[in-house]
Nanobody, 123 residues
Framework: QVQLVESGGGLVQAGGSLRLSCTASGRTFSSYAITWFRQAPGKERDFVGGVNWSDAGTDYADSVKGRFTISRDNGKNTVYLQMNSLKPEDTAVYYC????????????????WGQGTQVTVSS
C-alpha cells in the first residue's frame, strides 16, 4: 500500500512559478513510478509528467515540456513538480499517482492517488 499527499498548490500570476510536492508513505516508495496528472473543471484528467522508478527517466506532456521539471528524492519519499512560466491554462487540480513500472500516461494504470492540490494561474 502507498498513500500519497500533495502540497504546494496556490494562486500565482502568469509567468510565475510553483513547486508541488508528492510525499508517500510506505517502505517501497522507490519501487513505484510517480506521475502527475491535472484536471480542470469539466475536463478529463490529463497526464502532465512522470518519473520512472527504475532509471529515474522522465516523460512530459508536450504542453508542459520545457516549463515543468519532475525530480524525486527517494530518501524523503517525495517527488517534486517544479512549474515555471505558468500560464492560465495550467489552472487545475494537480494529482500525483503511484504505479509499478514506468510512468504511464493513462490514469487507469494507477492504483494509488493523492487527494489533489489546486493550482490557479491568474492572467
Amino acid at each position: 500500500q502507498v498513500q500519497l499527499v500533495e502540497s504546494g498548490g496556490g494562486l500565482v500570476q502568469a509567468g510565475g512559478s510553483l513547486r508541488l510536492s508528492c510525499t508517500a508513505s510506505g517502505r517501497t516508495f522507490s519501487s513505484y513510478a510517480i506521475t502527475w496528472f491535472r484536471q480542470a473543471p469539466g475536463k478529463e484528467r490529463d497526464f502532465v509528467g512522470g518519473v520512472n522508478w527504475s532509471d529515474a527517466g522522465t516523460d512530459y506532456a508536450d504542453s508542459v515540456k520545457g516549463r515543468f521539471t519532475i525530480s524525486r528524492d527517494n530518501g524523503k519519499n517525495t517527488v517534486y513538480l517544479q512549474m515555471n512560466s505558468l500560464k492560465p491554462e495550467d489552472t487545475a487540480v494537480y494529482y500525483c499517482a503511484a504505479g509499478r513500472g514506468l510512468a504511464f500516461r493513462q490514469p487507469w494504470r494507477y492504483n494509488y492517488w493523492g487527494q489533489g492540490t489546486q493550482v490557479t494561474v491568474s492572467s
